[in-house]
T-cell receptor, first 114, second 114 residues
Framework: AQKVTQAQTEISVVEKEDVTLDCVYE???????LFWYKQPPSGELVFLIR??????QNEISGRYSWNFQKSTSSFNFTITASQVVDSAVYFC???????????FGKGITLSVRP | DVKVTQSSRYLVKRTGEKVFLECVQD?????MFWYRQDPGLGLRLIYF???????EKGDIPEGYSVSREKKERFSLILESASTNQTSMYLC?????????????FGPGTRLTVT
């Protein structure tokens, strides 16, 4: 069975602070994919990143960076110099390579105050 | 760009009514999904479909059915709506192997059953 745990439920920061969103996963598959999605107040889920289990290289995209560590089954997401527009619910998700069912964590509500 | 559309953003129905939620994707994807999203529970998979006229139960199929008569359209049906089905419903379509089964979401339908 697959499981994704986002232990943080709500985080509040002041603009320009850095913030890290944690994600821990469980799977018995050796091939799998990890995702992060952003859900702004408008409701639509926005794809942020995909990482496969064979690629542990960390990734940076502008103010966003992701740290994938298989040893601790974690795929953490850091926003540097946060902005008010980053306020949203963020979901981490896992898909085994063998099928296409996506398992989501419960989401983290991030509030960035001016 | 992939586009996944849902027939309504907001819907209000009465208990006992039959409700249809429509989802259409324009990328010729085989795989389509219906999720519901509730506070504190994240996204939970209701049903999914790998091909026309094929369907599989997700994690919470009770009280729902689906229809996939055409590849681009995946409908979620509430045979007799109940108040505990008040929720946000998200449809998704999945890309092919080259995109690691990247999942694209529609804007969501917020259903209220009174």
């Amino acid at each position: 069975a697959q499981k994704v745990t986002q232990a943080q439920t709500e985080i509040s920061v002041v603009e320009k602070e850095d913030v890290t969103l944690d994600c821990v996963y469980e799977t018995r598959d050796t091939t799998y994919y990890l995702f992060w999605y952003k859900q702004p107040p408008s409701g639509e889920l926005v794809f942020l990143i995909r990482r496969n289990s064979f690629d542990e290289q960390n990734e940076i995209s502008g103010r966003y960076s992701w740290n994938f560590q298989k040893s601790t089954s974690s795929f953490n997401f850091t926003i540097t110099a946060s902005q008010v527009v980053d306020s949203a619910v963020y979901f981490c998700a896992l898909r085994p390579g063998a099928n296409s069912k996506l398992t989501f964590g419960k989401g983290i509500t991030l509030s960035v105050r001016p | 760009d992939v586009k996944v559309t849902q027939s309504s953003r907001y819907l209000v129905k009465r208990t006992g009514e039959k409700v249809f939620l429509e989802c259409v994707q324009d990328m010729d994807h085989e795989n389509m999904f219906w999720y519901r999203q509730d506070p504190g529970l994240g996204l939970r998979l209701i049903y999914f479909s790998y091909d026309v006229k094929m369907k599989e139960k997700g994690d919470i199929p009770e009280g729902y059915s689906v229809s996939r008569e055409k590849k681009e359209r995946f409908s979620l049906i509430l045979e007799s709506a109940s108040t505990n089905q008040t929720s946000m419903y998200l449809c998704a379509s999945i890309g092919d192997r080259r995109k690691a089964y990247e999942q694209y979401f529609g804007p969501g339908t917020r259903l209220t059953v009174t």
